[in-house]
């Protein structure tokens, strides 16, 4: 079995694997990252988005070999310190989940659109944006208001979120 | 109102969890010497199994065993169940047919489980699932409910000559007619109501472990009611004595009544785990869930509402064919009978009303409740007719609806129900105010002038919610009663433990069980904890769906919080050495009437466990209490929905443009969490409507067996909502509740279609209104645009 070695939120791992493994699956099953979700198996719901060297991707559509060497994320590394991200801050204010199961992917796949698309996000732009994430819970109402939050609290840092609120108030 | 108490937002207690990836859902579970299972499906619609050779399979590496139908038979496994006695016309019982979990003999729709092989790794049962050898002979199948009842149809079960479950009906068929003989004027429709996927983002999982020491199983399920399926496995399927299997529903990722029910793949894991002494872990890839998830709704009807020459309904006649699929599901036999019929009153007066139902089998996967359930099969009927009756008598159609609303309550309908509670004038009142009703018609020149067609529809529907008087369900069919049971545990310290047996999965009972009983006890919201989904915490319960556990599982606690307040207030006398009577328990305190004297909730906690200042003879130690709470009656939330669409005459397509939901859920708890219920209900309705539709070829073949080919709603074919809430307090309940988890599916299909209806000028759109299916419709009445070569 092929050896494979990443960084998977700031921490070196290495293992043998079936080559076949994907991604996924090395995160669920090899690390017991389970933040990370399966939801479909054509690559539509994005439950599974991670962010790999800082880019938004599909952890179920990928090889986990491919990953070699690479930079990976999930949303079990992005609170710093034990202080939650603007993001999951403002999914949790603007009750942007229910079952909570597509919100890890809903959440990276956020965070990846205000690196792409900065932190003024409109209503049209998000909405375009979400394209590659179904959730069957919110109607994505709460959604789309979390994540125009969360971008606008990414802009001032780890903690904003609230303040952001409060402000926008 | 306190901040965290009924009525306040409060931000959710499960959220941290949740957005940190550390939930635990069936599928994060690993247990130690865990197998994994692979289902081997039935290819054909309808196909006898003549043989299974396993022999290549048996010798794959990783492989422990190949398990069949015959083995499961050979082991007395019993066969899953459908426990909604439902009696056809001529008195004789609906027609359930034998329903094993691994199909023995005959399958009966592609993706029917025949085998499944036990494999060390997922990986390896994978494989060795493809070199299991089945050999069909395959029959015709049939998967129109429409043809299902035809000479010549293929026969699916041999119990159910021409496939008919039952031919059922309510109310009175001559006071009807007698309506219609008097009518001025008579609307028919005829439609389809589209089967659904539902499609719970979490697919379904299953872990099995048996304890050959013990003689006990433990199933860890994705499953919206854990007891119910302890019992159903227990009692019917018999894999064991009900007090050898536990049943854990960890966290759960959505479920809209398609994990409601006992599913053969659980049945599997458990009965797999004792054949190989493993646990067995069994894990739906969505291609899977398409293929064995209940799918939802499927009927076809023809309706007719009568009407005299104000426009007021004189009689509704209704028939409908319900597809149940190959087999029966757990409740399918109640969703379209006592959960469908039982609403055709809609918000109306009607004098009389006569409907009929057959179920019939056809060669497709199971159809059982889906989030609704009947209730927005019978809104989509009742609200299609009263609109298209006032555009055909040139009445308005928001007039319509006044000229026929019930004022008075309780209201008895032709159709069972009781209505206790409503005010459908404020609600429809509210939502047209906010939705600038009177603006339309300028909107709609706004929208020609670019273009577009522009349409408005309404949708005043009622559901019966809080499900139920278990009375009530039994007179009609019903194998289970339908309560509620609560436990209240105060610890030493004074903190709370709830235990439920409703099942939160995405309802945010963690936050708003917890707003009750903080407010009540007078203590911080931190110091609640709310225990659901283990049949070895919780004594029983019967689950959550139908919108039940805001009016019946919280009425449990209720009951449960007043006999524990009765027990603290005895202990409080004893430690202020006063009498029981001049106990006064307000804001966390007790204290003695007329007195200065007090004593804190946790100064009552704590003497009620180390018992020193009462004698154990006079009065017994510790504070914990349980109550079951049967309601009196099913609520009747009820509101308006508002949707406004423009039409894209070149392609058909639509768009939503404004949408207005103005509901009457009695009290609410946490109006956070019940806007958000609104809104998933909304955008599954909006599904309905515009996107989804479960399709089959005609050799039963599901066309649309991925989210490639099934259109879910996605962020950007939804507008954001516009929620408001009127409020008549539910009388049939201590709270005045009555349930929002379904209302938004149920009420949005109609505002949908009769918002495009009226865009475009005809009455003949399917659901779902696809562009194509708009377009066409656009055509037939000459008013699609020639697209530009």
């Known amino acids: ?169 | 109102m306190s901040a965290t108490g009924v009525g306040a937002p409060v931000r959710r207690k499960e959220d941290q969890r949740f957005i940190t990836g550390k939930g635990h859902y069936t599928d994060d579970i690993n247990r130690p010497g865990q197998t994994h299972a692979s289902f081997i499906r039935s290819p054909h619609a309808h196909a006898r199994i003549k043989c299974i050779d396993a022999k290549a399979a048996s010798a794959m590496p990783g492989v422990v065993a190949v398990l069949t139908g015959a083995e499961l038979a050979g082991d007395k496994i019993g066969n899953l169940i459908c426990g909604w006695m439902i009696h056809s016309k001529d008195g004789s019982p609906m027609k359930m047919a034998a329903h094993p979990a691994l199909a023995h003999g005959k399958a009966c729709h592609v993706g029917d489980p025949v085998a499944v092989v036990i494999a060390e790794t997922l990986a390896q049962a994978k494989d060795a699932a493809e070199k299991v050898g089945v050999d069909y002979d395959v029959l015709p199948a049939v998967v129109d409910p429409g043809k299902a009842q035809a000479q010549g149809a293929p026969q699916i079960h041999e119990l159910a000559p021409k496939n008919t479950i039952y031919q059922w009906h309510l109310g009175d068929a001559k006071a009807t007619e007698a309506g219609f003989a008097s009518a001025k004027h008579v609307t028919k429709l005829d439609f389809v109501n589209n089967r659904l996927v539902p499609n719970a983002i979490e697919p379904r999982a299953a872990i099995g472990e048996y304890d050959s020491g013990m003689e006990s199983f433990v199933l860890w399920n994705t499953t919206q009611n854990p007891h119910v399926a302890r019992l159903v496995i227990a009692a019917f399927v018999g894999m064991a004595p009900e007090h050898k299997l536990r049943v854990i529903a960890p966290d759960v990722g959505g479920g809209f009544g398609s994990k409601i029910f006992i599913y053969p793949e659980e049945v599997v894991a458990l009965w797999a785990s004792r054949r190989v002494g493993r646990p067995v872990k069994w894990v739906a890839e969505r291609s899977e869930s398409f293929l064995s998830d209940a799918h939802g709704r499927d009927h076809v009807t023809h309706a007719e509402m009568a009407f005299d020459a104000d426009g007021k309904t004189v009689g509704l006649r209704v028939r409908t064919i319900a597809n149940l699929g190959a087999y029966m599901s757990t409740f399918s036999s109640s969703i379209p009978t006592y959960l469908y019929a039982t609403l055709l009153s809609g918000q109306y007066d009607i004098p009389s009303i006569y409907c009929e139902v057959d179920a019939v089998y056809t060669n497709t996967v199971p159809v059982d409740a889906y989030r609704g359930a009947g209730r927005p099969e019978a809104t989509f009927v009742v609200e299609r007719l009263i609109e298209v009756g006032a555009r055909e008598m040139g009445i308005d159609p928001a007039d319509m609806r006044r000229r026929n609303f019930i004022k008075k309550f309780p209201h008895q309908t032709p159709v069972i129900m009781t209505y206790d509670a409503g005010d459908y004038h404020a609600s429809l009142k509210k939502a047209l105010e906010i939705a600038d009703y009177k603006g339309f018609g300028k909107r709609k020149r706004e929208s020609g002038r670019h273009g577009k067609l522009r349409g408005i529809g309404l949708s005043s529907y009622i559901e019966a919610c809080g499900i139920a008087p278990s009375q009530a369900v039994g007179s009609l069919g019903a194998g289970v009663g339908l309560w509620e049971s609560a436990e209240v545990r105060v610890n030493p310290t004074g903190s709370v433990e709830i235990l439920t047996g409703c099942h939160s999965h995405g309802q945010g009972h963690e936050t708003t069980f917890a707003q009750l009983v903080s407010e009540r006890l007078g203590i911080p919201i931190e110091n609640v904890s709310v225990v659901h989904g283990d049949t070895d915490k919780v004594q029983f319960g019967m689950g959550t769906y139908g919108s039940r556990s805001g009016a019946v599982g919280m009425s449990a606690i209720v009951k449960a919080l007043d006999k524990v307040e009765a027990k603290a207030k005895k202990v409080a006398a004893h430690l202020l050495e006063a009498a029981e009577g001049d106990i006064v328990f307000k804001d966390g305190k007790f204290m003695v009437a007329g007195t200065d004297k007090s004593a804190a909730w946790g100064d009552v906690a704590l003497n009620a466990y180390i018992a020193h200042k009462f004698s154990g003879q006079e009065l017994e130690p510790g504070l914990k209490q349980g109550a079951f709470s049967d309601p009196t009656n099913f609520t009747s939330p009820a509101g308006c929905h508002v949707c406004e669409v423009e039409v894209d005459p070149d392609t058909g397509r639509t768009e939503i443009v404004g949408w207005t939901a103005i509901d009457d859920f009695g009290l609410v708890i946490n109006p956070m969490i019940v806007e958000g219920q609104v809104h998933g209900g909304i955008a599954q309705g909006v599904g309905q409507a515009l996107l989804e539709g479960a399709r089959y070829d005609e050799d039963g073949q599901l066309v649309t067996g991925s989210f490639m080919d099934y259109s879910m709603p996605r962020a950007d074919n939804l507008p954001s909502f516009s929620v408001g809430m009127t409020v008549t307090r539910c009388p049939s309940n201590p709270l005045g509740i009555k349930g929002c988890g379904e209302a938004g599916a149920i009420a949005a299909p109609a505002a949908v279609i009769n918002a495009i209806t009226d865009a475009i000028g005809s009455e003949a759109v399917p659901m779902p209104a696809t562009s194509a299916a708009v377009w066409m419709a656009l055509e037939k009445v000459g008013k699609a645009r020639a697209t530009a070569a």
């Open chain 1, 1 to 169: 079995m092929p050896a494979v070695s990443m960084t998977v939120n700031g921490k070196a791992v290495t293992a043998d694997i079936d080559p076949r493994t994907l991604l996924v699956q090395f995160l669920r099953e090899h690390l017991r990252l389970t933040g990370t979700h399966v939801g479909c198996d054509t690559s539509q719901c994005g439950a599974c988005v991670v962010h790999v060297d800082g880019t938004g991707i599909k952890s179920c559509t990928i090889l986990a070999l491919t990953a070699d060497g690479a930079d990976v994320l999930t949303i079990e590394g992005l609170a710093t310190n034990g202080q939650l991200h603007p993001m999951q801050e403002a999914f949790r204010e603007h009750h942007g989940l229910q079952c909570g199961f597509c919100t890890p992917g809903m959440i990276m796949a956020a965070v990846d659109m205000v690196n792409r698309k900065g932190h003024d996000l409109d209503e049209h732009t998000i909405r375009e944006e979400l394209e590659g994430n179904l959730c069957r819970c919110t109607g994505y109402h709460n959604i789309v208001k979390a994540i125009a939050a969360g971008a606008r609290a990414m802009a001032k840092g780890p903690g904003a979120a609230h303040q952001a609120d409060k402000a926008a108030e």
